[in-house]
């Protein structure tokens, strides 16, 4: 909180993309078009799940996963590899950046105004928990999966951008896509995962199956990050030799 001006504009522009993304949304709605078995307040719940995420991406993500690249090129992640710990996790939570706290904040607001709109319990929330927390996983692992490719590959920051952009298909419900779109965000890059099914499970429309795929994608994206990091750091020579 050193720059909190920086913070007060960094809030500002968060809540501009916000009202942005709500009058996105309401152009598809105020003509009476719904996305197929959603409704307005129910479209809400997914865009508070994406706010969320872009929160927890600005948070904890990038200022982490983004330096992956700047201690390959500098060679200070010798240092890193000596540390008494396992890199992977000394790099995936040595900085925490308050710049997506708004947008944390943001999608929570949301996600309760939608909620009691749609007069759901407390158990209905308590029902998100697992599916976000899998959600979570699977983003954070594809993102630490592209800055281990800075191994070989220095410059991949246009490579994460790539990532982010693919992942604001996640604003509306993945049902509002073609059927091709469907089965590419699914199944290729799975950003139905990250809002859509969390978004589902609340409004207690998800079936056990998506929540047991949700859980073994995470489980298998996290194993898969884990191991190519380990084969990645064969390759790195450090930066004396």
Same mark, same amino acid.
């Given at each position: 909180?050193?720059?909190?001006?920086?913070? @007060? #504009?960094?809030?500002?522009?968060?809540?501009? $993309? =916000?009202?942005?993304?709500?009058?996105? /949304?309401?152009? +598809?709605?105020? &003509?009476?078009?719904?996305?197929?078995?959603?409704?307005?307040?129910?479209?809400?719940?997914?865009l508070?799940?994406?706010?969320?995420?872009?929160?927890?991406?600005?948070?904890?993500?990038?200022?982490?996963?983004?330096?992956?690249?700047?201690?390959?090129?500098?060679?200070?992640?010798?240092?890193?590899?000596?540390?008494?710990?396992r890199?992977?996790?000394?790099?995936?939570?040595?900085?925490?950046?308050?710049w997506?706290?708004?947008?944390?904040?943001?999608?929570?607001? @949301? #996600?309760?105004?939608?909620?009691?709109?749609? $007069? =759901?319990?407390?158990?209905?929330?308590l /029902?998100?928990? +697992?599916?976000? &927390?899998?959600?979570l996983?699977?983003?954070?692992?594809?993102?630490?999966?592209?800055?281990?490719?800075?191994?070989?590959?220095?410059?991949?920051?246009?490579?994460?951008?790539?990532?982010?952009?693919?992942?604001?298909?996640?604003?509306?419900?993945?049902?509002?896509?073609?059927?091709a779109?469907?089965?590419?965000?699914?199944?290729?890059?799975?950003?139905?995962?990250?809002?859509?099914?969390?978004?589902?499970?609340?409004?207690?429309?998800?079936?056990?199956?998506?929540?047991?795929?949700?859980?073994l994608?995470?489980?298998?994206?996290?194993f898969?990050?884990?191991?190519?990091?380990?084969?990645?750091?064969?390759?790195?020579?450090?930066?004396?030799?």
């Amino acid at each position: 909180m050193e720059y909190r001006i920086n913070f @007060i #504009i960094y809030a500002i522009s968060s809540l501009g $993309n =916000l009202i942005g993304s709500i009058f996105s /949304l309401f152009l +598809f709605y105020r &003509t009476g078009y719904t996305f197929t078995g959603w409704s307005w307040n129910a479209a809400l719940v997914v865009l508070g799940f994406f706010t969320l995420l872009q929160g927890f991406s600005a948070t904890f993500l990038a200022p982490n996963l983004n330096q992956i690249v700047r201690h390959v090129q500098e060679g200070t992640l010798d240092f890193v590899l000596l540390k008494p710990i396992r890199s992977q996790f000394w790099l995936s939570l040595h900085t925490i950046s308050p710049w997506g706290i708004p947008d944390l904040i943001f999608g929570l607001l @949301i #996600i309760a105004y939608a909620g009691t709109k749609l $007069n =759901l319990g407390i158990d209905k929330y308590l /029902l998100t928990i +697992f599916p976000l &927390t899998c959600g979570l996983v699977i983003l954070y692992s594809l993102w630490f999966i592209l800055g281990a490719t800075s191994i070989w590959f220095v410059k991949i920051y246009n490579i994460t951008e790539v990532l982010r952009g693919v992942l604001e298909a996640g604003r509306y419900p993945i049902t509002g896509y073609p059927a091709a779109y469907r089965f590419f965000f699914t199944f290729v890059v799975p950003v139905a995962f990250l809002t859509t099914i969390p978004a589902q499970a609340m409004l207690g429309q998800i079936q056990f199956t998506w929540l047991l795929g949700a859980g073994l994608l995470a489980l298998i994206l996290f194993f898969i990050s884990t191991q190519f990091w380990r084969f990645a750091l064969r390759f790195y020579t450090s930066a004396s030799s």
